[in-house]
């Protein structure tokens, strides 16, 4: 599975942008998808994930509230909407994907993910 994240940039506080993770390979139905971020000097931390087939959506405490995971399964693409963008937020935006099957709790783990897509630079200003 190849990734490949889109549509990162400079924003001002309050605004909001819209990340696009598109997928290729032949195995993609086997995978779901998460995003993760890393801010300089700070872990990789997870933002979201939704299941394939499944309306069910995942957040970490940060994106809560404010940020919606969407996955558009005919173009292969996994969106995360953001919105209400605060400077905290900076950060470069991955995402990954988790085989199918694995539970829900490990879906924060980014060392249970396979494949990684090259991120994508968000930054908020204040």
């Known amino acids: 599975v190849q990734l490949q994240a889109s549509g990162g940039g400079l924003v001002q506080a309050g605004g909001s942008l819209r990340l696009s993770c598109a997928a290729s390979g032949r195995t993609f139905s086997s995978y779901n998808i998460g995003w993760f971020r890393q801010a300089p000097g700070r872990e990789r931390e997870f933002v979201a994930a939704q299941w394939l087939g499944s309306t069910n959506a995942y957040y970490g405490d940060s994106a809560k509230g404010r940020f919606t995971v969407s996955r558009d399964n005919a173009k292969n693409t996994v969106y995360l909407q953001m919105n209400s963008l605060k400077p905290e937020d900076t950060a470069v935006y991955y995402c990954?994907?988790?085989?199918?099957?694995?539970?829900?709790?490990?879906?924060?783990?980014?060392?249970?993910?396979?494949?990684w897509g090259k991120g994508t630079q968000v930054t908020v200003s204040s």
């Open positions: 990954a994907a988790i085989p199918r099957g694995r539970p829900p709790i490990q879906l924060r783990d980014p060392a249970k993910y396979d494949y």
